[in-house]
């Protein structure tokens, strides 16, 4: 009887066994079941949005193409010709006195902080044009009135720097003409350097502000010598060189003050070198000299002579590597960069 009741109870437990079996079971397979729907319905609906997203950059590459085909393209600019097409050769030039920088200005819109290149082509050279000054101003602004179109039409970038000597002191082109160098050179490595005096203005645009080989001068003629060579060998007024010529000689000696010699004494250094000087045609380099009397503060050099002596001795330590002065301002004006200048005094 114990028996029957052990066994009984046995069972009972068992059927509770398997009723706990099954209904795992099922709710295993119900898990299961709901598992895979889920990932099927998953897979199905993002299979339309892979291919909407697709659509939609195709539509979007195809729109792309069709606007890139129909932007005008820039085409990329080529190298100023040898000779501009804007030359217009002689030219006869006016000096009004009513003529005003404002006037200068206007007609210059293309001129900004005393610098211009040309939008049509890339230039041969970028040029710096060095002016030493000091109480020139109307000389200053005949040579800005024709000197900017001048340069225009030859399609060169370049820069006009005019440098002024501060105080009372006995005025030293040359020395002015290294700080101008110096200066121009913190801005923009120029492939050239023109050395301008103020009172020239050039008649003729096919007379290229453009340095060569050798250096070069461009006054061969002007109406004050009958458009003749001043002398034999003579080197002034305007002359230009490149970045590396004018290193080569040292520049300018510091030690002309007065009137006269700096510009044979730049010629000796440059015969040193064993350089020789090019210039143009004569009927090429023509240039007006506007009258004036001599500045007081500039007069003739009777120390010149000796100085021209010994520049064979001293030219490698008297010039651009002994150039010492002050900057006191540098103005960036409409058409010319005003650099101004403490240089010292002759000893």
């Not at 590459?61 to 097409?85: G, Q, R, W």
């Not at 300018?252 to 006269?260: A, L, M, P, R, V």
């Not at 090429?284 to 010149?304: L, P, Q």
Request: with cysteine.
């Amino acid at each position: 009887m114990a028996l029957c009741t052990s066994i009984c109870k046995i069972l009972r437990r068992g059927k509770y066994f398997l009723l706990l079996f099954l209904t795992l079971s099922v709710l295993a397979w119900i898990a299961t079941f709901s598992g895979d729907t889920f990932k099927s319905i998953q897979f199905s609906s993002a299979t339309p949005q892979t291919s909407v997203k697709d659509d939609t950059l195709r539509e979007k590459l195809i729109v792309a193409t069709v606007l890139a085909k129909n932007v005008p393209t820039v085409p990329p600019k080529h190298d100023c010709p040898k000779e501009s097409p804007l030359l217009k050769g002689p030219m006869k030039l006016t000096f009004e006195s009513s003529l005003t920088l404002k006037e200068v200005e206007s007609e210059n819109k293309a001129v900004e902080e005393g610098e211009f290149e040309p939008k049509e082509c890339n230039a041969r050279q970028s040029v710096a044009i060095l002016i030493p000054h000091r109480h020139r101003e109307i000389h200053l602004l005949y040579l800005l009135h024709h000197l900017h179109p001048f340069l225009q039409r030859q399609q060169l970038h370049y820069a006009v720097y005019v440098i002024q000597q501060a105080g009372g002191a006995t005025f030293n082109r040359a020395k002015l003409l290294n700080v101008g160098y110096l200066e121009a050179l913190k801005d923009y490595s120029w492939d050239c350097f023109i050395f301008h005096d103020v009172d020239l203005v050039p008649e003729n645009d096919h007379n290229l502000y453009l340095c060569d080989k050798q250096p070069k001068h461009l006054v061969v003629g002007r109406n004050a010598t009958g458009y003749k060579l001043r002398y034999k060998g003579y080197f002034g007024g305007v002359t230009a060189l490149t970045k590396d010529q004018f290193l080569q000689v040292n520049g300018f000696s510091n030690t002309y003050w007065g009137w006269g010699g700096e510009d044979d004494d730049l010629r000796i250094r440059v015969e040193l070198q064993k350089l020789k000087i090019v210039r143009p045609p004569a009927d090429i380099a023509r240039y007006t000299m506007v009258f004036h009397k001599r500045d007081s503060g500039n007069e003739i050099n009777k120390d010149r002579m000796r100085l021209l002596g010994r520049t064979p001795r001293v030219w490698k330590k008297d010039g651009l590597n002994s150039c010492s002065y002050k900057t006191l301002s540098i103005e960036r004006m409409p058409l010319y960069v005003n650099v101004t200048v403490d240089i010292g005094k002759p000893s």
